[in-house]
C-alpha cells in the first residue's frame, strides 16, 4: 500500500490540527492491517503515536496525546485521519504514518510494512 500524509502546518498552543493519511493501491474496507501515526520530534527518535486496525474498536494512543489526539478510519475516502486537539509545543515534530505487518494495535517501528511520507507540525507557543 502506498501511503501519503498531508495536513501538517503551523499552529499555536492550544490549536487543533487534522493530518490525513490516504491510502493508495488498496481499499481500507478489505485492508486487515492496522494503520498508524508516528512522529519524529527534533533531536529525538520516532516513536508510535497512535493506531487503528480494521477493527475499529481497537485503536491505540500513546499517553502523552491520550484524551487530545483521535484517530479515524474512514472507508468512504479510504484515509486514516489524525484528529489533533489542544495541541502543545512539544507536539512539534515530523508525523509519517505507516501501516503495519500485523492486524492489531500498536504498531512497533520493526513492524511497519509501509511508511509514508511526513508532514511537519509545528506548534508556537
Known amino acids: 500500500v502506498q501511503l501519503q500524509a498531508s495536513g501538517g502546518g503551523l499552529v499555536q498552543a492550544g490549536g487543533s490540527l487534522t493530518l490525513s493519511c490516504a491510502a493508495f493501491?488498496?481499499?481500507?474496507?478489505?485492508?486487515?492491517?492496522?494503520i498508524g501515526w508516528f512522529r519524529r520530534a527534533p533531536g529525538k527518535e520516532r516513536v508510535g503515536v497512535s493506531c487503528i486496525s480494521s477493527r475499529i474498536s481497537n485503536t491505540y494512543y500513546i499517553d502523552f496525546v491520550k484524551g487530545r489526539f483521535r484517530i479515524l478510519r474512514d472507508t468512504a475516502t479510504n484515509t486514516v485521519y489524525l484528529q489533533m486537539n489542544s495541541l502543545k509545543p512539544e507536539d512539534t515534530a515530523v508525523y509519517f504514518c505507516?501501516?503495519?505487518?500485523?492486524?492489531?494495535?500498536?504498531?512497533?517501528?520493526?513492524?511497519?510494512?509501509?511508511w509514508g511520507k511526513g508532514t511537519l507540525v509545528t506548534v508556537s507557543s
Open positions: 493501491g488498496v481499499s481500507l474496507a478489505d485492508y486487515r492491517h492496522a
Open positions: 505507516a501501516s503495519s505487518l500485523e492486524r492489531l494495535c500498536p504498531i512497533s517501528p520493526f513492524g511497519v510494512r509501509d
